[in-house]
């Protein structure tokens, strides 16, 4: 069944190290053929001394691409839902497999539907950098993250949420879901910059496009980079302007119940 619902700095922070995030990219990756950039959330410390648990809790980059070992391997996974952050426009160049013989719903929730994505603004020679479109995701596309907490509070199995190549919007995502569960910041930043590296051969693969498109190659490698600083300036906008996940996701209109469950589900 398928419902439908609608700056970039270098170098390490936040006590991030190269080898903390080789790390954890080796421990909660996940091989699907063709999606790139596909982990879990799980074996995260966490202030409180727990660890999160939730390795049924999947980031990734669009499926469009899945061929049918990917599409098995998929299914072993056990995903019951996905939700799609990417645009109608996205969705329908791009679209998913059809996945309803796997029983698995699909849920379209936009972060945008204008194309704000990184490459369509480098190509305008207006990007102002990842910390500020992450800005603009949490002020203008927050119906997009509250359909994925309610989705994961409801959902009795697998989540797996996805946006183009599984890095902005989905990483912003991740990074809330994180907060929420009190993993510290180097270890979100450090699940974040984990993307860079995921997404190489996609730079590679891109060289033309960028070209097509009149963006440089430097250009196109700082868009599909993942910088640590850029998420540590989106943790401290959050807790500038709503305390923290918690608050953002109350200011959003989420019942204290849905998000003590997701919490939950990242703990249990």
Request: proline fraction near 4%; charged fraction near 20%.
């Amino acid at each position: 069944m398928h419902v439908h619902r609608t700056i970039t700095r270098t170098g390490q922070s936040a006590g991030v190290t190269t080898a903390t995030i080789e790390r954890e990219s080796t421990d909660r990756k996940i091989t699907l053929e063709i999606a790139h950039n596909v982990r879990h959330l799980a074996g995260y410390p966490t202030v409180a001394g727990q660890a999160t648990t939730a390795s049924d809790i999947i980031r990734s980059g669009s499926l469009h691409e899945l061929t049918r070992a990917g599409l098995a391997a998929f299914g072993d996974l056990g995903v019951g839902v996905v939700v799609d952050f990417r645009s109608s426009m996205e969705h329908e160049m791009y679209p998913t497999p059809d996945l309803s013989v796997q029983d698995v719903t699909i849920i379209q929730a936009p972060v945008f539907e204008t194309d704000a994505s990184p490459g369509a603004l480098a190509r305008e020679d207006r990007y102002p950098g990842h910390a500020a479109i992450y800005q603009q995701f949490l002020t203008e596309g927050g119906g997009a993250y509250r359909t994925l907490f309610e989705t994961i509070a409801m959902a009795s199995g697998p989540v797996l949420f996805h946006c183009a190549v599984g890095k902005d919007r989905t990483g912003v995502a991740a990074a809330l879901l994180l907060e929420l569960a009190g993993v510290p910041d180097e270890h979100i930043i450090a699940d974040y910059a984990i993307s860079t590296a995921e997404l190489e051969p996609v730079v590679e693969e891109r060289m033309d496009k960028f070209e097509e498109y009149g963006i440089s190659i430097e250009t196109g490698r700082m868009m599909m980079a993942a910088p640590p600083r850029d998420m540590e300036l989106t943790l401290d906008f959050i807790r500038g302007r709503w305390g923290s996940a918690a608050g953002y996701l109350g200011a959003l209109g989420l019942a204290p119940g849905t998000i003590d469950a997701v919490r939950a589900r990242m703990l249990s």
